[in-house]
Nanobody, 120 residues
Framework: QVQLVESGGGLVQAGGSLRLSCAAS????????MGWFRQGPGKQRELVAT???????NYADSVKGRFSISRDNARNTVDLQMNSLKPEDTAVYYC??????????????WGKGTLVTVSS
């Protein structure tokens, strides 16, 4: 069984910074693409950023230049550094990973989410 556990959410003023972290654990054979998604109040879940095992990155236009995604393949972790935060970044942030698990093949896994609130 595989688990993704996020940490680092909280309340921050506009213009501030937060760093989110996510750790994958369990019967992992290999971790492929990892990423962060978010769901704001009354909105659909949307992609924030992804990073492949080779460290190629992709960002939503709304966060380019402000957010940075990174990963540690040895520890199966992915981080999201968020700078110059805006009130519209307020959302529950979810970690996502495509993982080969023992006996399960390649599957998509999600964390439970961590709340980021940006005050104006």
């Amino acid at each position: 069984q595989v688990q993704l556990v996020e940490s680092g959410g909280g309340l921050v003023q506009a213009g501030g910074s937060l760093r989110l972290s996510c750790a994958a654990s369990g019967s992992i054979v290999r971790v492929s693409t990892m990423g962060w998604f978010r769901q704001g109040p009354g909105k659909q879940r949307e992609l924030v950023a992804t990073i492949t095992s080779g460290s190629s990155t992709n960002y939503a236009d709304s966060v380019k230049g402000r957010f940075s995604i990174s990963r540690d393949n040895a520890r199966n972790t992915v981080d999201l550094q968020m700078n110059s935060l805006k009130p519209e970044d307020t959302a529950v942030y979810y970690c996502n990973a495509n993982i080969w698990a023992k006996g399960a093949g390649l599957m998509d896994y999600w964390g439970k989410g961590t709340l980021v609130t940006v005050s104006s």
